[in-house]
């Protein structure tokens, strides 16, 4: 990271700007005015004044740019919200989006250095290749988009407070896999599989503490004994960030209930609730994406499955596991699109430094979901490395961002 004065942080690191190096040039289809370039797999449109190494900031798909870096870069499309008196091409959400220019393609937004002059002039000769910031001091620069969604909070929230410690844990941000390329080798076993696009829930029997009793309680107190601790295994349900109330009405605690009984004890099940809301409203959890549901209905996908046991030490099941207990008590899992070793996705004629782009190619460009009644795109696919320790990387579809 660059050694400066000013403190570069990172919120999501998803969604935050990067210091890169342009790279080759090449023309584009009927933009005269404008050539193309790849950034971290990812193709970029830029005036045709940008040369080959060029130091440039890249914002990617769907981080949002702040007000304030709009505001002096002259980026809002009301010229009223600018520095100086002229209009830029962004709403006030500051969304980066994937665009098309006659066809072509751009995934993120490059700028260069000296848009951060407004916080410091000296910024851009200190900044290296590879530094990753979404602020600067206390300036916002990016922030991950966030979506409008038709969920509700229908119940108030009710933590787990006897859950033992250790016990439960969140699924992990998984990682956009341009960010992390070398992370997969040619010889690493891997699982592709399609990414859902409706709201996260994890379903889990774990250990939970006994509450003491008043003559404990008393004997704690005023004799110093400690009483054992009493576990047993009870239910917990979460949404991707908040535990939930498994007796509630809200979708999460609904979607728990139909799998309460297949659960068992130490296990952690995380899945994907796709469909519409159980209720009147007729909405669908996200717009357009049905997944082939009736009004009222969802359906769940399992994409992950861990053990816990009682010493907060957790395993994950194999990709091929959650498949097979998924299969045996009637789930379903997320649809598998390739299993096997990552060098099978390379062409003979090409090398494994095409990797990424062969895995946008096979699976995403112009990719149709086909397990929805409505016309739309996958949303993604989510590459995992099969090993004992859980790593998985995403790419979304240009098409749906």
Same mark, same amino acid.
């Given at each position: 990271?660059?050694?400066?004065?000013?403190?570069?942080?990172?919120?999501?690191?998803?969604?935050?700007?990067?210091?890169v190096?342009?790279?080759?040039?090449?023309?584009?289809?009927?933009?005269?005015?404008?050539?193309?370039?790849?950034?971290?797999?990812?193709?970029?449109?830029?005036? =045709?004044?940008?040369?080959?190494?060029?130091?440039?900031?890249?914002?990617?798909?769907?981080?949002?740019?702040?007000?304030?870096?709009?505001?002096?870069?002259?980026?809002h499309?009301?010229?009223?919200?600018?520095?100086? =008196?002229?209009?830029?091409?962004?709403?006030?959400?500051?969304?980066?989006?994937?665009?098309?220019?006659?066809?072509?393609?751009?995934?993120?937004?490059?700028?260069?250095l @000296?848009?951060?002059?407004?916080?410091?002039?000296?910024?851009?000769?200190?900044?290296?290749?590879?530094?990753?910031?979404?602020?600067?001091?206390?300036?916002?620069?990016?922030?991950?988009?966030?979506?409008?969604?038709?969920?509700?909070m229908?119940?108030?929230?009710?933590?787990?407070?006897?859950?033992?410690?250790?016990?439960?844990?969140?699924?992990?941000?998984?990682?956009?896999?341009y960010?992390?390329?070398?992370?997969?080798?040619?010889?690493?076993?891997?699982?592709?599989?399609?990414?859902?696009?409706?709201?996260?829930?994890?379903?889990?029997?774990?250990?939970?503490?006994?509450?003491?009793?008043?003559? =404990?309680?008393?004997?704690k107190?005023?004799?110093?004994?400690? @009483?054992?601790?009493?576990?047993?295994?009870?239910?917990?349900?979460?949404?991707?960030?908040?535990?939930?109330?498994?007796?509630?009405?809200?979708?999460w605690?609904?979607?728990?209930?139909?799998?309460?009984?297949?659960?068992?004890?130490?296990?952690?099940?995380?899945?994907?609730?796709?469909?519409?809301?159980?209720?009147?409203?007729?909405?669908?959890?996200?717009?357009?994406?049905?997944?082939?549901?009736?009004?009222?209905?969802?359906?769940?996908?399992?994409?992950?499955?861990?053990?816990t046991?009682?010493?907060?030490?957790?395993?994950?099941?194999?990709f091929?596991h959650?498949?097979?207990?998924?299969?045996?008590?009637?789930?379903?899992?997320?649809?598998?699109?390739?299993?096997?070793?990552?060098?099978?996705?390379?062409?003979?004629?090409?090398?494994? @430094?095409?990797?990424?782009?062969?895995?946008?190619?096979?699976?995403?460009?112009?990719?149709?979901?086909?397990?929805?009644?409505?016309?739309?795109p996958?949303?993604?696919?989510?590459?995992?490395?099969?090993?004992?320790?859980?790593?998985?990387?995403?790419?979304?579809?240009?098409?749906?961002?």
């Open positions: 990271m660059a050694s400066l004065d000013k403190k570069l942080s990172i919120g999501d690191e998803n969604y935050s700007a990067m210091v190096k342009v790279g080759k040039l090449f023309p584009l289809k009927d933009l005269d005015k404008l050539m193309g370039t790849y950034v971290l797999g990812n193709q970029v449109i830029i005036k =045709n004044d940008v040369k080959e190494n060029d130091v440039k900031i890249y914002f990617p798909v769907e981080c949002s740019l702040s007000t304030e870096y709009m505001k002096f870069n002259n980026l499309k009301d010229r009223e919200l600018n520095i100086l =008196n002229i209009s830029g091409y962004f709403e006030n959400h500051g969304r980066v989006r994937c665009i098309k220019f006659h066809g072509n393609k751009s995934e993120g937004l490059l700028m260069p @000296s848009s951060l002059d407004y916080i410091d002039p000296n910024i851009k000769n200190t900044l290296n290749v590879g530094d990753v910031f979404d602020r600067i001091d206390n300036h916002e620069i990016c922030h991950k988009t966030q979506p409008v969604s038709s969920l509700k229908y119940e108030n929230n009710k933590n787990n407070l006897n859950l033992l410690e250790g016990q439960f844990k969140y699924h992990i941000d998984t990682p956009l896999f960010r992390y390329l070398d992370n997969i080798k040619e010889n690493d076993l891997i699982s592709i599989t399609r990414k859902m696009h409706g709201t996260s829930c994890i379903s889990a029997k774990l250990l939970h503490v006994r509450k003491l009793k008043w003559y =404990n309680k008393i004997c107190l005023f004799c110093g004994f400690k @009483s054992p601790k009493k576990l047993y295994y009870s239910e917990v349900c979460s949404s991707r960030r908040t535990i939930r109330d498994i007796e509630g009405n809200s979708i605690a609904i979607a728990h209930r139909k799998i309460r009984n297949i659960i068992k004890d130490g296990y952690t099940f995380y899945y994907e609730i796709v469909g519409y809301m159980p209720d009147d409203s007729g909405k669908l959890i996200q717009k357009a994406y049905d997944y082939s549901c009736q009004p009222k209905t969802f359906e769940i996908y399992v994409y992950r499955i861990t053990y046991n009682s010493q907060g030490h957790t395993i994950e099941l194999p091929k959650v498949q097979e207990y998924c299969t045996i008590y009637g789930l379903k899992s997320v649809p598998e699109l390739f299993y096997g070793r990552a060098i099978e996705l390379i062409d003979k004629d090409s090398n494994f @430094s095409d990797f990424f782009t062969n895995l946008k190619r096979i699976f995403l460009d112009n990719v149709k979901d086909t397990l929805c009644k409505n016309d739309v996958i949303e993604g696919i989510v590459i995992r490395k099969e090993s004992f320790k859980f790593e998985a990387y995403k790419i979304k579809s240009s098409e749906f961002m």
